[in-house]
């Protein structure tokens, strides 16, 4: 026979559907953005692993003065271990009233390969491959035309580099910068139309056995600059692959902001669950006297507690379900370009992943069931008697604490009060504590990076300055080199004048010490 209880779910839908809409929508939100954040970040993350398995992504870098001797590379290749090319140049670039950089790569094929959006690698020495996000920023397309250091050259393909997910211009710059830097590929004859400019001479490392664990690839690194600087080679940096932030920035920063999606989404689900709480406790108290007569006719708790479960169950799951849907189809494209108008990703795909799915969905409400139950039966063990007498919220009666009977009344009444409310107290306290808290980070955020701009700016001593990394031999007129030896002679004047007088102060101390012995 049909459960007569089933009968009021549908009334109970329309004459409070406010509330449970309010609520569906709330989920519907939650479960929606939170499952299509963890959904875009599983399939980046899943698309950089591919990338990292076919673009041959380095082991290790080094940066030297000068380019390496054939004797140089055999140490590097006799400690275990490959030395690719990556030499590099900085071009400058207009685009418009804007001012940027490009670092120029020959095409690359044995190492940190590119992944091509559109287009084809360089082959004429007057086309160039340019990053997809500095393109997409300034507009760039297949077949635009760039002037690079007077020298005109034609996009001929849009693509991302594995070592330069982030485009960084140094591995110790803070953020990434998408508008006035930018890498790009040429051809050989194109890489010596730049030959007037100054070369990064950057090899990467890849280590013939694949299985090294980091300390002990770092050992290994260790031991080849060692071994480099032996030889003389002037060796200017030494990175790891996981210490490259063009490598590892974006994924570091995805696994953070996944865990705060998921945390916050956990966080609303449950604050869902508890206002289901309210509401449905709510209207246990007003149906008390029909749930006690129920009771007393022979019905269980648990039928009771299934019947109150079921409309927030079915809310729950129709929008935890129709919001995940949402996530994985309609919000896919917009939530994904907010990473990819930041990072140079390949090109995005939605996979599905179940671990993700189960952590967006499956918990979420489970958990939102497993909050409701607990409320509920809590709610709903009083006894028979308790409900028909309508004494299921009767407050407890608490042992009242003896106040001075020096004080006046109205100050005991507001001690009293205070004191059996004074859990709610706390609660509120907290809760405009951390509103205010969110409130000042919010307003105060862009003073402070304003502030620091500013300082930063006005800290400068000059408006170019430049990092000598390595020794340098000067080239100098004769007239130069006479002017330096004056100088020399000068400052070795000054030091033997200095050297004269502090021997001179050390006599004179020895003699009063001497006077005042005798």
Avoid at 493 to 507: K, R, W, Y
């Amino acid at each position: 026979m049909e459960n007569p209880l089933h009968k009021r779910f549908k009334r109970q839908l329309v004459h409070e559907a406010g509330k449970y809409l309010g609520i569906f929508a709330l989920l519907l939100v939650t479960a929606s953005f939170v499952s299509c954040f963890l959904m875009c970040t599983s399939s980046i993350q899943s698309l950089l692993d591919e990338q990292s398995a076919t673009s041959s992504i380095e082991d290790a870098r080094i940066e030297t003065q000068e380019p390496l001797t054939a004797g140089q590379k055999q140490i590097i290749t006799d400690k275990g271990a490959e030395s690719i090319d990556l030499f590099s140049r900085e071009a400058p670039c207009l685009l418009g009233d804007m001012e940027a950089s490009v670092r120029i790569y020959e095409n690359r094929t044995a190492v940190d390969t590119a992944t091509y959006y559109e287009g084809r690698p360089p082959e004429a020495a007057d086309e160039i491959a340019l990053d997809e996000t500095f393109a997409s920023v300034h507009g760039l397309h297949v077949g635009s035309t760039i002037e690079l250091d007077t020298h005109t050259f034609t996009v001929c393909g849009l693509m991302v580099l594995p070592d330069y997910i982030t485009l960084l211009e140094t591995n110790n710059d803070l953020v990434m910068n998408t508008i006035t830097f930018c890498v790009g590929l040429v051809s050989p004859e194109g890489f010596e139309t730049f030959s007037n400019l100054p070369t990064s001479y950057t090899y990467a490392l890849r280590f013939d056995d694949a299985s090294l664990s980091l300390p002990q690839r770092i050992d290994r690194e260790e031991e080849i600059a060692e071994a480099l600087v032996e030889d003389d080679a002037e060796l200017v940096t030494l990175l790891d692959r996981e210490q490259n932030r063009g490598i590892n920035y974006a994924s570091d920063d995805m696994q953070s902001d996944s865990k705060m999606y998921l945390a916050l989404g956990y966080i609303l689900v449950s604050i869902m669950a508890f206002i289901f709480i309210i509401l449905t406790g709510a209207t246990i108290e007003k149906e008390s006297s029909v749930i006690g007569t129920l009771l007393a006719s022979g019905w269980r708790k648990s039928e009771i507690v299934r019947h109150y479960l079921f409309l927030p169950a079915l809310v729950g799951f129709v929008a935890i379900a129709l919001g995940t849907t949402l996530g994985y189809t309609v919000l896919a494209d917009p939530v994904s370009s907010l990473y990819y108008n930041s990072y140079s990703f390949p090109p995005f795909h939605a996979q599905f992943d179940p671990q993700a799915f189960i952590l967006t969905s499956v918990v979420p409400y489970f958990l939102l069931i497993g909050i409701m139950l607990i409320g509920l039966v809590r709610k709903l063990k009083a006894t028979p008697l308790a409900f028909l007498q309508h004494e299921v919220s009767k407050p407890k009666h608490r042992r009242s604490i003896k106040l001075p009977s020096s004080w006046k009344f109205l100050l005991r009444f507001r001690t009293r009060v205070a004191l059996r409310n004074l859990s709610s107290f706390v609660i509120l306290f907290f809760g405009v504590c951390a509103g205010s808290l969110l409130l000042i980070f919010g307003l105060g955020i862009l003073p402070v990076f304003e502030t620091y701009a500013h300082t930063h700016a006005t800290s400068i001593p000059a408006n170019y300055l430049y990092t000598l990394k390595a020794p340098y031999e000067l080239t100098m007129t004769d007239e130069q080199q006479d002017v330096r030896n004056e100088l020399e002679k000068l400052l070795g004047m000054e030091g033997a004048m200095d050297a004269l007088s502090t021997g001179g102060n050390a006599l004179d101390e020895g003699s009063k010490q001497l006077g005042v012995g005798m």
